[in-house]
């Protein structure tokens, strides 16, 4: 089962910026869902990761 976390936007010192302020459309949330699912064979780990948040078809979207 995979592992779901969630996620800001933040600067190089921590601080929590909003999506507006990189240029992002208003009204975008500021939270990212991530779903990470590990698995192991053949002595390697895969670790899939979907950003819930990002558009279908793009890296890192649900497929």
Known sequence: MPACLYAKQCDTDGGIISPQSMGMPEGLSDITEVMVDLSGANSK???PMVHVIVSEG???GVA
Request: proline share 0%; aromatic share 0%.
């Open 58 to 60: 793009s890296a890192g």
């Open 45 to 47: 780990t895969t670790m």
